[in-house]
């Protein structure tokens, strides 16, 4: 998987434990015991470490936003936005300019709505359009991600107004002490998609996306909530609310369907279709833009997640855009690019050879090896460790629910794994820390440490902390990361 930031080489000499258990606790006692000015001014002491992450370019996004004159398309949502909108083939296709105004689903559904309340503006069509999940389908803020954002853009945080205050400044003084961690491993250099640099100055994806890069072409930790029970009432009061507020401001506006992974959506065991686009359909003050079948699509079409569309995903998606706005408001004309055909993917791998290597069970595939659980004697050692290479092949995948139930204290996982699936740690009640070794960080999603004991511990090579911190995939464990050695 193409990574999300390349480490920075740091020079300087580490610190003891002691001495930054120090640091961190001096960080700590002034954030909490200064007022705001306090918090900003040691905010600002510690530099920018966050300028050219991915969380940077929300900053772009809403200054474009603001820019552009006339009536416009304002798509606003996460990620899936961000990838799967080529906003200048919709201004070719329709004549409007188009702003693409999502970023990521940490930031919540909520902030990008008030956000964009900002730019929205008489003759625009503004498009709703979450991923589908229950943290984007509630009034969930993520205020350490915004923190992160507003770094660079100050501007953002009073752009939300006084509602969001109280939450950003109760958020503060973890967010010091994540930044002063983060600039003591020298901060983090971007490289590959999750940077600043992936995106021109317009705040537009510009990275090249060829393929699918997930492993077996879909992520199993990370499948679509599609069920009538993510639309919730606060949600729709959220949404609907909204909608009346753009309509005051003499635009149109619709929920539109993100593009979502096939193949995630045959895993996921609960989803109920008919139920979801019901629950919308009766709740939602506004009309659905089209119908939820049209985007659930080839795998072949995504890149690194169940919401994110390669380079061909996101023409297909926009036609798909296109061509839903042009019958809504009956513009003629037909849409001039064909919806392209999704490139060559990789063939699932195929097992070579099982065994059992001091109790670890594994298999042996093209593309290296799988350790799929562990015999009755592992589970009950005290530790465990999985070797770099089996039957000289390098131990790639970690599968779900690999350690589940084990009695270990600690596990060691080598530095070429590449993927570890979720529920690694479940009902693991001994365990205490795991060493992770690999400095390229490895897929994951969003229950790795699902059923964990509390206190749980995931030490990274101190070079890659900073990394790991930031990433857009492993932030959400931030609170359980340390550095090897500490």
Known sequence: MMQGMRRQSNTAPRKTRPVRLLLIALVVFLAVSLPAAGMFA?????????????????????????????????????????????????????????????LYAAFGLKCMLDLSLNGIGKGDIVVVSPEFSSQMFSEYVGYDALLQAAESRKGLLWALGRSYFGGMMRSYPEYLVRKKEVADVGGVEGAGVYTKEAFDDQGRMIFVREGNTMDRMVSEDNLPEIRAEIVTEAFLEMVNEYARRVRRRGAEVYFGFVPVNA????????????????????????????????????????????????????????????????RVTGQQGAVKTHLPQPPEGAADAQILSSGDLNGLLYDVTAEGVVITGLSDEAKAAEKIEVPEEIENNLVRRIDAYAFANASARTITLPKSVTVLAGHLF??????????????????????????????????????????YLTDYFWARYARVLARIGE
Do not use: W
């Open 263 to 326: 193949k995630s959506v045959e895993l996921a065991a609960d989803t109920d279709k008919e139920g979801f686009v019901s629950a919308l359909e009766a709740g939602l003050s506004f009309p659905l833009l089209s119908d939820l079948d049209q985007h659930i699509l080839d795998e072949r079409y995504f890149y690194d997640s169940n919401f994110h569309m390669n380079d061909t995903g996101m023409v297909y998606n926009t036609i798909l855009l296109v061509n839903d706005l042009k």
């Open 426 to 467: 479940e009902n693991c009640t001994q365990l205490t820390r795991v060493e992770l070794l690999a400095e390229e960080l490895p897929q994951v999603g969003d229950t790795l440490t699902a059923g964990a004991p509390e206190g749980l511990v995931i030490a990274v090579p101190a070079d890659a902390y900073g990394t």
């Open 42 to 102: 040691v905010d600002a002491a510690l530099g920018k470490q966050y300028a050219d992450t991915y969380y940077a370019v929300l900053g772009t996004k809403y200054d474009r936003l603001r820019a552009v004159e006339g009536p416009k398309i304002v798509v606003v949502g996460g990620s899936a936005t961000a990838f799967g909108i080529d906003e200048a083939l919709v201004e070719e296709e329709t004549g409007m300019p188009c702003v693409a105004f999502g």
